[in-house]
């Protein structure tokens, strides 16, 4: 089936890295990403990575892939107080475009 | 980069009433929208896909004659809550996905409205 789930909060201090980690089952998707989302508002794509590769940076930001344990992770390095915001990541089951979405990680950042 | 909004970005209506949500891409063409729930502290759900000029398709537990879509141009696709209930209270997201996407390349080319936030008294 089809499952993506990730731990539901996480509080940092500004200037720590933060690290959200997330587990999924569908080995079919050729991409793999993250969004965030900040207080009513829709989701912005941050990252995403080819589920070939192992790691991926785009300055802050670093997404480790485990493909054996269908498990990743996405690092933001120095975080800041406009971090603060749920993150989802996503599969996305025989490349459709259905995104399947996690349970969202509420990133708190206290300064 | 694309744009996609959503109109209204929040509405309240009363117990029976239907409501339509829009969704549209202003700078490129979408033969493929998607339309989502999102409860609150909750995640996204997957309720269609709506494709231009053919029926949508619904994902399982989704009454259809309940949420009608119609995506009647590359440009705009419409949400159409009927007889809501406050337990249709919920945030509505549409996402596009751009004409020129084709298999087997970058499927990151899919961009998501503002949301809608539907209260149902």
């Known amino acids: 089936g089809e499952d993506v789930e990730q731990s539901l909060f996480l509080s940092v201090r500004e200037g720590d890295s933060s690290v959200i980690n997330c587990t999924y089952t569908d080995s079919s998707s050729t991409y793999l990403y993250w969004y965030k989302q900040e207080p009513g508002a829709g989701l912005q794509l941050l990252t995403y990575?080819?589920?070939?590769?192992d790691m991926k940076q785009d300055q802050r930001l670093t997404v480790l892939l485990n493909k054996k344990d269908k498990h990743l992770s996405l690092r933001i390095a120095d975080t800041q107080t406009g971090d603060s915001a749920i993150y989802f990541c996503a599969e996305n089951p025989g490349n459709t475009g259905k995104l399947i979405f996690g349970q969202g990680t509420t990133l708190q950042v206290k300064p | 980069g694309a744009v996609v909004s959503q109109h209204p970005s929040w509405v309240i209506c009363k117990s029976g009433t239907s409501v339509k949500i829009e969704c549209r891409s202003l700078?490129?063409?979408?033969?493929?929208m998607f339309w989502y729930r999102q409860f609150p502290k909750q995640s996204l759900m997957l309720m269609a896909t709506?494709?231009?000029?053919?029926?949508?398709?619904?994902e399982q537990g989704v009454e259809k004659d309940k949420f009608l879509i119609n995506h009647a141009s590359l440009t705009l696709s419409t949400l159409t809550v009927t007889s809501a209930h406050p337990e249709d209270s919920s945030f509505y997201i549409c996402?596009?996905?751009?004409?020129?996407?084709?298999?087997?390349?970058?499927?990151?080319?899919?961009?998501f409205g503002p949301g809608t936030r539907l209260t149902v008294t």
């Open positions: 700078d490129f063409q979408a033969t493929t």
């Open positions: 990575i080819f589920s070939n590769m």
């Open positions: 709506s494709n231009e000029g053919s029926k949508a398709t619904y």
């Open positions: 996402s596009a996905r751009d004409l020129g996407y084709l298999p087997g390349l970058e499927t990151h080319e899919q961009y």
